[in-house]
């Protein structure tokens, strides 16, 4: 079974970084596609960015050029580097996991494994 722990939350100011890590056990990232969401109170679970088993990354409009998703194969963890925040950026992050790719790589119903979230708060 797989189990995913998100890490690496935090607040900061705008303008600032922070690196989430998703550390996974049961199974083996290189083998997973792998994404993270955020949710905010009030709104629906939006999907942040995904890689594909092969390695290839998608990325939403919202964080393109500031957000990169990437895996460490070794260490089995999947990593998200935020930099430039935004206060809009504020939310609970998670990460998932699915066995297999989804058509819609950046849609919640695709995932079947998911993290308890971690939360990252940032400032004007």
């Known amino acids: 079974q797989v189990q995913l722990v998100e890490s690496g939350g935090g607040s900061v100011q705008a303008g600032g970084a922070l690196r989430l890590s998703c550390s996974v056990s049961?199974?083996?990232?290189?083998?997973?596609?792998m994404a993270w969401f955020r949710q905010a109170p009030g709104k629906e679970r939006e999907g942040v960015a995904s890689?594909?088993?092969?390695?290839?990354?998608y990325h939403a409009d919202s964080v393109k050029g500031r957000f990169t998703i990437s895996k460490d194969n070794a260490k089995n963890i999947l990593y998200l580097q935020m930099n430039t925040l935004k206060p809009e950026d504020t939310s609970m992050y998670y990460c998932?996991?699915?066995?297999?790719?989804?058509?819609?790589?950046?849609?919640?119903?695709?995932?079947?494994?998911w993290g308890q979230g971690t939360q990252v708060t940032v400032s004007s």
């Open positions: 890689t594909d088993n092969d390695g290839r990354t």
């Open positions: 998932a996991a699915a066995p297999s790719g989804p058509l819609l790589r950046l849609w919640a119903g695709a995932y079947n494994f």
């Open positions: 049961g199974y083996t990232v290189r083998t997973l596609y």
